[in-house]
């Protein structure tokens, strides 16, 4: 790699990767002194508060991530979801095994979502509070400013964030420059402060507030939300400028903006109110505000962005409905806008807003989501170490428990903020979770349905009266899941109207455990015989789908698709309670819910409109 190329890329994830832990100064060092935990800016709690940041930053991001988790990469790609792939993958896996990492990707992602929604709250809110440092004539704008922000965030994903998205990275470069400056001019007045280094300040915070000091922990959390965003964004720029990126600008702007604020609370207590505002001379209050605020903006679109690519990965792994995704650049592949998750998404961030009011109050909300997701990215590290790395069961446990340890303290420091909030994210996770498990047994279901009135296609061709079967030129191609078999509305085609066309092709889609799927295996031909033939198209889960492409290069291998010659008939299901069920009541009916809001197969698989037949049946689960 050029090293103009790696200056771009590391530039590039600037803007993308680290906007969410980038912003967490604008909130840490306050929530840690809030009035849950009761603590006040005295010296040696200071002191005390920034030596635990710092091991968390260096430990958990660092130490954890940088070093460790960002080696399990599924073919370069991260994330909670791949990751689960990466380790399902194992032939050697029992179903048992198999379905406990399916359950804890299941989990991840569904506390990711809680992420999404919780990150751009708590951003662009705890910037524009810093109007009020200015003046509180300013805090009833506060609210009404943030919201207005967000839904004209909202509004712009359909456009795609391709034109503006060049602009991120030396935005997200002034703001870390800002940050380091900011904090080292307090530095310089306040030297000792950097002390506050030695991790002997936070054995001593802990073993001198013994319970505060645990639930002070809660606020610390907050200087490592993001941390997974290293790892999740690891294929759009790769290992080597992701970890150059964090060593050497944010992890030092960090820091140097932690102790900043840390030395302006030793000399001025009661710039607690705000302190990373108050770090700011009263000349550039309102620049830093535009600021921070266009830096929040940041940090949200890329939780957004994550929130699309997470659903797009869910639906081709079969873990959620299909959605509707329209591409928004011609160039870069991941630029995608899903509307569904768009709308959900904002509807969601605007009942937070308004519900909890503050950053602060946000913020006892915020840390449950990141720690479980956390934690979860751990056990799967593990188990994938321990199988595929070929790690010994003694280092593997030195490691990971350390990290496991460390995940579960935070976790539970987090969860005594049940009641002033922390039960959000985990009722959304909940619920997502619960629907992403009921999707996914409510698919094994309709496939078992769907087998019983299947037919061998070999047993189909033979028993054809040729007098009686039309067949018409051209090509028709028909969905199936299932290889070798007539589908059912290849069926229903010849009960109904006795036509089999010319060339027949069944379609299967498979989506294997790896993000992309190399372009000479993308296709698989079968020919069975009488015009008939069986095509399995393979599609990576970090790719879209586009049939009607993959289909044409097949004519040089004896399957003719004529575009304009070529009709694509499509199963259109209709579920119904059966007398014998195959879920439980409560999964059933939220199966019959959720399949409902399921876009068609057509639009999902890029089928033409105009040469699509959808063939409906009744489909007892």
């Known amino acids: 790699m050029s090293r103009k190329r790696f200056a771009r890329l590391s530039l590039a994830a600037l803007g993308v990767v680290f906007g969410d832990i980038g912003t967490s100064p604008l909130y840490t060092v306050k929530e840690c002194f809030s009035e849950?935990?009761?603590?006040?800016?005295?010296?040696?709690?200071?002191?005390?508060?920034?030596?635990?940041?710092?091991?968390?930053?260096?430990?958990?991001?660092?130490?954890?991530?940088?070093?460790?988790?960002?080696?399990?990469?599924?073919?370069?790609?991260?994330?909670?979801?791949?990751?689960?792939?990466?380790?399902?993958?194992?032939?050697?896996?029992?179903?048992?095994?198999?379905?406990?990492?399916?359950?804890?990707?299941?989990?991840?992602?569904?506390?990711?979502?809680?992420?999404?929604?919780?990150?751009?709250?708590?951003?662009?809110?705890?910037a524009v509070e810093g109007l009020n440092v200015a003046t509180p004539a300013f805090e009833p704008l506060v609210i009404p400013l943030a919201l207005g922000v967000l839904i004209g965030l909202f509004m712009v994903q359909k456009f795609g964030t391709a034109g503006v998205g060049r602009w991120f990275g030396p935005i997200m470069l002034i703001w870390f420059a800002t940050l380091l400056g900011l904090g080292l001019w307090e530095i310089v007045h306040a030297p000792h402060i950097l002390l506050a280094l030695s991790p002997l300040h936070a054995l001593h915070f802990m073993f001198r507030h013994g319970f505060i000091a645990f639930i002070a922990l809660g606020g610390v959390t907050l200087a490592v939300t993001g941390a997974e965003a290293l790892y999740a964004d690891m294929g759009h720029f790769g290992q080597k400028p992701i970890r150059y990126a964090w060593l050497g600008v944010v992890l030092p702007s960090l820091l140097a903006n932690y102790y900043g604020q840390g030395a302006l609370l030793l000399s001025d207590p009661t710039a607690i109110e705000n302190p990373f505002f108050r770090l700011a001379p009263s000349a550039i209050l309102y620049p830093m505000v535009?600021?921070?605020?266009?830096?929040?903006?940041?940090?949200?679109?890329?939780t957004i962005s994550g929130a699309f690519s997470m659903a797009q990965q869910a639906t081709l792994l079969?873990?959620?409905?299909?959605?509707?995704?329209?591409?928004?650049?011609?160039?870069?592949?991941?630029?995608?806008?899903?509307?569904?998750?768009?709308?959900?998404?904002?509807?969601?961030?605007?009942?937070?807003?308004?519900?909890?009011?503050?950053?602060?109050?946000?913020?006892?909300?915020?840390?449950?989501?990141?720690?479980?997701?956390?934690?979860?990215?751990?056990?799967?590290?593990?188990?994938?170490?321990?199988?595929?790395?070929?790690?010994?069961?003694?280092?593997?446990?030195?490691?990971?428990?350390?990290?496991?340890?460390?995940?579960?303290?935070?976790?539970?420091?987090?969860?005594?903020?049940?009641?002033?909030?922390?039960?959000?994210?985990?009722?959304?996770?909940?619920?997502?979770?619960?629907?992403?498990?009921?999707?996914?047994?409510?698919?094994?279901?309709?496939?078992?349905?769907?087998?019983?009135?299947?037919?061998?296609?070999?047993?189909?061709?033979?028993?054809?009266?040729?007098?009686?079967?039309?067949?018409?030129?051209?090509?028709?191609?028909?969905?199936?899941?299932?290889?070798?078999?007539?589908?059912?509305?290849?069926?229903?085609?010849?009960?109904?109207n006795e036509v089999l066309h010319e060339q027949v092709v069944l379609l299967t889609v498979e989506v294997p455990d790896e993000p992309y799927v190399p372009p000479n295996a993308r296709a698989q031909v079968a020919h069975l015989g009488k015009g008939v033939h069986h095509v399995v198209l393979r599609y990576g889960f970090m790719e879209q789908p586009d049939v009607p492409r993959d289909l044409i290069p097949l004519a040089d291998r004896g399957v003719p698709v004529d575009p304009m010659r070529t009709s694509y008939f499509?199963?259109?299901?209709?579920?119904?309670?059966?007398?014998?069920?195959?879920?439980?009541?409560?999964?059933?009916?939220?199966?019959?819910?959720?399949?409902?809001?399921?876009s068609s197969a057509g639009d999902f698989f890029g089928l033409p409109a105009n040469r699509v037949v959808e063939l409906g049946s009744r489909i007892e689960i």
């Not at 990469?73 to 791949?82: C, F, I, K, T």
């Not at 535009?290 to 890329?302: E, K």
């Not at 409905?321 to 160039?331: C, E, G, K, L, Y």
Request: hydrophobic share 55%; proline share 5%; glycine share 8%.
């Open 570 to 598: 499509v199963g259109r299901n209709s579920f119904v309670p059966a007398t014998r069920p195959l879920l439980p009541r409560w999964q059933e009916k939220l199966f019959l819910i959720l399949a409902r809001f399921a």
């Open 290 to 302: 535009a600021l921070a605020t266009a830096a929040t903006v940041i940090a949200s679109q890329a």
């Open 318 to 496: 079969g873990l959620s409905p299909r959605v509707r995704i329209q591409h928004t650049s011609a160039s870069e592949f991941g630029q995608i806008y899903v509307p569904a998750i768009n709308w959900m998404q904002l509807g969601g961030i605007v009942i937070l807003v308004l519900a909890f009011k503050s950053s602060t109050n946000l913020a006892a909300a915020y840390g449950i989501a990141v720690t479980g997701t956390m934690l979860v990215t751990t056990l799967l590290v593990l188990a994938l170490a321990v199988r595929a790395w070929k790690w010994s069961w003694p280092l593997a446990i030195l490691v990971f428990g350390s990290f496991m340890a460390i995940d579960a303290t935070l976790m539970a420091a987090n969860v005594m903020k049940f009641l002033q909030g922390g039960w959000v994210p985990l009722a959304l996770a909940l619920v997502i979770f619960a629907a992403m498990w009921t999707w996914f047994k409510g698919r094994m279901a309709v496939a078992v349905r769907e087998r019983e009135g299947t037919l061998p296609m070999e047993t189909l061709l033979g028993s054809i009266n040729p007098s009686r079967v039309h067949r018409p030129q051209g090509t028709a191609v028909y969905l199936t899941a299932f290889s070798g078999n007539a589908p059912s509305c290849l069926l229903h085609n010849l009960k109904h």
């Open 36 to 126: 849950f935990t009761g603590l006040r800016p005295v010296p040696e709690d200071v002191f005390g508060i920034l030596s635990l940041i710092t091991w968390a930053l260096i430990i958990i991001v660092t130490v954890k991530y940088v070093m460790v988790v960002m080696r399990a990469d599924n073919r370069g790609e991260g994330g909670v979801l791949a990751l689960m792939a990466l380790v399902s993958r194992r032939s050697e896996l029992t179903p048992r095994w198999r379905t406990i990492f399916l359950m804890l990707g299941m989990a991840g992602a569904a506390l990711f979502y809680g992420d999404c929604l919780l990150t751009p709250a708590i951003s662009v809110l705890s």
